[in-house]
């Protein structure tokens, strides 16, 4: 059984950054894309993006020349750096694998944009 935990969340005013991570248990990011995922209140949960092993990622429309995905496979980390956050950012954020794998879901971390 593999468990990612994410961390990094907070409070944070309009035009802030943050920057979370997620670890994994154990090595699953030699080989496995991964993604970062948002849930915003009573919404489904999306994808946000995502990293492949060679490194190559994928955003969405709307974070786009904001947010940053980043991986470090020694650390079995994955991060994503948020710049210019805007009060539509807030959500649960979680990491999984890209698609995801329904057992591998963590408690997420809460990203808050609000003045």
């Known amino acids: 059984q593999i468990q990612l935990v994410e961390s990094g969340g907070g409070l944070v005013q309009p035009g802030g950054s943050l920057g979370l991570s997620c670890t994994a248990s154990?090595?699953?990011?030699?080989?496995?894309?991964m993604g970062w995922y948002r849930q915003a209140p009573g919404k489904q949960r999306k994808l946000v993006a995502f990293?492949?092993?060679?490194?190559?990622?994928y955003y969405v429309e709307s974070v786009k020349g904001r947010f940053t995905i980043s991986r470090d496979n020694a650390k079995n980390t994955v991060y994503l750096q948020m710049n210019s956050l805007k009060p539509e950012d807030t959500a649960v954020y979680y990491c999984?694998?890209?698609?995801?794998?329904?057992?591998?879901w963590g408690q997420g971390t809460q990203v808050t944009v609000s003045s």
């Open positions: 999984n694998t890209f698609p995801p794998q329904q057992n591998y």
């Open positions: 154990r090595s699953i990011f030699d080989t496995y894309t």
């Open positions: 990293i492949t092993s060679s490194t190559t990622t």
